[in-house]
């Protein structure tokens, strides 16, 4: 049995949460400065300047990418054989996110769902954290975290389509849910896609999936073959970066698939815009 | 092909009618910032008859919820947010008050649009996601209205050359739709 310390993890999850958000990953830095070079549109071209400038600002003046520095959310895999000592690691994590956000001069963006009023008081400065558990052989602890905005997660979509609907199907959702989102997610967007589970697992599949370093192959062949099928197709849409019409509308698509029911076909698809603001640490 | 004016707040007929779909604007002057809750507020206050916390008449309302100032910062982060959540609210305020200008990111409904025609309005897109940058170009910040609102409180800015592109204008051109279907490849 390995101990970790409840301060240990409250400062790491404090001090990944004001770096991200400040610092643009280097995969989406990447993929941007591509797109510009690539973009033929001159509106979004100098959108696309626009961005890489402000990653250049947020980055040196330690200011945040965008307002919107969105819900902290994490997948968390923790080790069978780990004991957290001095407080409970959901605490912990919440407790890291309280003062990042804080400390950081984020927004605090979490609210009441009717009265929509400001939690900040109440539960904490932007609490509570959005945290997916999940239980693992060992002592380890790896903590993915991402901020993540509201305009992009207001386009995401989640179905269940009949299995006869299949590849074709799935890729017809995926292409309706981009097309109609149009400007609205700030592309250029990285496209996550839940494929199987349950209803909920196809969503938590779908987020997940953002996680992933932009600009990598999928391990599954079949997956990967439908990710460079939509990455045409979405981009042919014309969409552009914010909206404004150019050939550059998707960073990357990615695509978790699990086992379904024999009757389902649950698809998810999850929106990340162009500030993808996200990382991965162990402790 | 697109021009690129400089304009000043208050907005005139005269200022906004020259502009067209996808010209670049570098606006300078007051300008006023709020969200949709900010936006039903006074809404309730032209229902209810009463006056409004600042001159709306030629005025730009800019769709923000900044991040909070770093010491000696005028505001943190600010870029624009999703307009649609507006689509209810900004008609009557160009139609009823003279308001000239929104900036904001993301599609707009046809009565939006429909009120930038009749009332002389234009609908401006600012780059999303670019707060910092963004930040820059504002001088001074105060919150002049609603500070329970937090980030959505309504707050009097003074900008200079803040980098906009006209997205709807006054003569019922749309960017969105425009831009777009120059760039679609339709698969055969």
């Known amino acids: 049995m390995r101990e970790i310390k409840y301060e240990d993890i409250v400062k790491a999850v404090k001090d990944n949460i004001i770096y991200s958000g400040t610092n643009l990953p280097k995969d989406a830095l990447t993929a941007l400065n591509k797109a510009y070079k690539e973009e033929e549109s001159p509106v979004c071209k100098e959108v696309l300047r626009q961005l890489l400038k402000n990653a250049d600002i947020a980055a040196s003046e330690a200011r945040p990418l965008c307002q919107d520095t969105g819900l902290a959310v994490f997948f968390v895999k923790v080790g069978e054989d780990l004991k957290v000592v001095g407080g409970t690691l959901k605490d912990a994590i919440n407790e890291g996110t309280r003062i990042g956000y804080e400390e950081g001069y984020f927004r605090a963006s979490t609210c009441v769902w009717n009265t929509r009023a400001n939690l900040k008081d109440e539960i904490g400065y932007n609490l509570p954290a959005i945290i997916h558990f999940d239980l693992v052989a060992g002592d380890g602890l790896e903590i993915e975290y991402a901020a993540k905005g509201g305009g992009s997660e207001n386009v995401s979509r989640a179905t269940v389509l009949p299995p006869a609907a299949g590849r074709e199907g799935i890729i017809d959702f995926v292409t309706e849910c981009v097309s109609n989102a149009g400007p609205n997610p700030c592309p250029p967007i990285i496209v996550g896609v839940g494929i199987g589970g349950t209803f909920e697992k196809a969503a938590i599949s779908s987020k997940h999936a953002l996680f992933r370093t932009v600009g990598t192959t999928n391990e599954d062949a079949t997956l990967n073959d439908m990710e460079g099928e939509l990455m045409t197709k979405l981009n042919n849409l014309g969409i552009g970066a914010m909206g404004m019409g150019g050939r550059e509308t998707v960073l990357g698509v990615h695509i978790e698939a699990n086992p379904c029911h024999i009757a389902s076909l649950p698809v998810s698809v999850n929106v990340q815009c162009h500030s993808s603001r996200h990382t991965s640490f162990k402790l | ?188």
């Open chain 2, 1 to 188: 092909m697109s021009k690129t004016y400089h304009l000043t707040t208050p907005l005139s007929d005269e200022d906004v009618v020259q502009l067209k779909v996808g010209d670049i604007v570098y606006l300078s002057g007051i300008i006023y910032t709020a969200r949709d809750a900010a936006h039903k507020k006074l809404i309730d206050l032209m229902d209810e008859g009463k006056e409004l916390p600042f001159d709306i008449k030629g005025s730009v309302i800019y769709f923000v919820g900044p991040t909070p100032p770093k010491p000696g910062d005028p505001i943190g982060s600010a870029g624009p947010t999703t307009s649609y959540r507006m689509d209810s609210y900004s008609p009557r305020l160009i139609n009823e008050m003279g308001q000239k200008g929104m900036i904001g990111k993301g599609k707009r409904n046809q009565d939006v649009i429909d009120a930038c025609i009749k009332s002389k309005a234009v609908y401006f897109g600012a780059t999303g996601g670019a707060g910092a940058l963004l930040a820059r170009q504002i001088k001074s910040a105060e919150v002049i209205a609603y500070p329970e609102l937090g980030p959505e409180a309504i707050r009097k800015l003074e900008v200079v050359d803040f980098p906009l592109t006209v997205v709807n204008d006054t003569y019922g051109g749309d960017l969105y739709k425009i831009g777009r279907a120059k760039y679609e490849i339709k698969e055969s």
